[in-house]
């Protein structure tokens, strides 16, 4: 098993460009979320998705957009990128009853 | 508020025991504290949780007060590969796992 795949490790983009985080889990896990984390600022938790066509915001979700239309891929998306939303990005995916969220290695993404 | 509180940072001495301190005295009946723990820029690795209980496992024990407003976790025997950030956060099975601001541990020789 691969386990939590998440494409592309490193990324930059210009302010007002859009892009696509995805992220691919083969453990058949229910549900996954996608963290930001910035420095001294710990792991924020921008949405979450408790099975396919199910999603919700979490602490940080302005500026990103989800959609989970299989159990396997939840892809991130950001519609308009500001500079504010260079961070390192984590998926995540776990079995629903419990917290042991299984993580990719994450992506770094910087917008200019 | 749903976050934790943890100490910023601590130094432990190698193959004494780490105790790590959590509070979270707002925490409601049906949410579990996790303890996660991320070394450099990785992803975080699952340690240990907890409910109302004390638990362990080979990685670690997880002492929960009665009142349930706060928590700590011990690593018995701290190891040079031990030094990492640990994160307590909590977890109400619907979804949510949020996590506090992390303790930076230093184990040193």
């Known amino acids: 098993n691969a386990g939590v795949t998440q494409t592309p490790k490193f990324q930059v983009l210009k302010t007002g460009q859009s892009m696509t985080l995805q992220c691919a889990q083969d453990?058949?896990?229910?549900?996954m979320s996608w963290y930001r984390q910035d420095p001294g600022m710990g792991l924020r938790l921008i949405h979450y998705?408790?099975?396919?066509?199910?999603?919700d915001q979490g602490e940080v979700p302005n500026g990103y957009n989800v959609s989970r239309s299989t159990t396997e891929d939840f892809p991130l998306r950001l519609l308009s990128a500001a500079p504010s939303q260079t961070s390192v990005y984590f998926c995540a995916s776990n079995r629903g009853r419990t917290g042991e969220l299984f993580f990719g290695e994450g992506s770094r993404l910087t917008v200019l | 508020d749903a976050k934790t509180t943890q100490p910023p940072s601590m130094d432990c001495a190698e193959g004494r025991a780490a105790n790590l301190p959590c509070n979270h005295s707002t925490i409601s009946g049906n949410e579990y504290v996790y303890w996660y723990r991320q070394i450099h820029s990785q992803g975080p690795q699952y340690i240990i949780h907890g409910l109302k209980n004390n638990e362990t496992n080979e990685m670690a024990s997880l002492i929960i007060t009665e009142d349930r407003k706060s928590s700590t976790l011990i690593l018995p025997h701290a190891t040079l590969r031990d030094t990492a950030v640990y994160y307590c956060?909590?977890?109400?099975?619907?979804?949510?796992?949020?996590f506090g601001q992390g303790t930076e541990l230093s184990v040193k020789p």
């Open positions: 956060s909590r977890y109400n099975q619907g979804g949510k796992l949020i």
């Open positions: 453990m058949n896990h229910e549900y």
């Open positions: 998705s408790v099975g396919a066509g199910i999603t």
